[in-house]
């Protein structure tokens, strides 16, 4: 028997633990995802500003595109989050947001890889 199955047998009591039982699955799911696109964002974001002083090298270059995949991973856990939203409006909210991450990384790899290699 699925946990999720709802018949037409159950009362409403059953009914209603089985659709919370649903929606706290979902929540644990949905702020696991969140979570992770947060940390790999702040890490992204720490190792930016950690490599500073590195300005105008190769290594800077390098350090630049690793921070812009963690944010296009970070990215990817926002639109996987955005899966298990219940609220629709929050949740098309939170894929554009993903989607803009996983863009933006793309983006700025190419000019930063062009920058590198072309200069």
Known sequence: V???YVSPLMNKKEKKAIAEQ???ELNQKKTRSYGIGFVFSLIAVAVSFLYKPEVGTALWSYTQIGCYALMG???FFLKNGAKYEE???RAKTM?????VFIVVCF??????AVA???A
């Open 22 to 24: 649903r929606s706290k």
């Open 2 to 4: 699925k946990m999720n």
């Open 73 to 75: 991973v970070a990215g």
């Open 87 to 89: 609220n629709v409006k």
């Open 95 to 99: 894929d554009m947001i993903g989607l």
């Open 107 to 112: 983006g700025m790899i190419m000019a930063e």
């Open 116 to 118: 590198l290699f072309m």
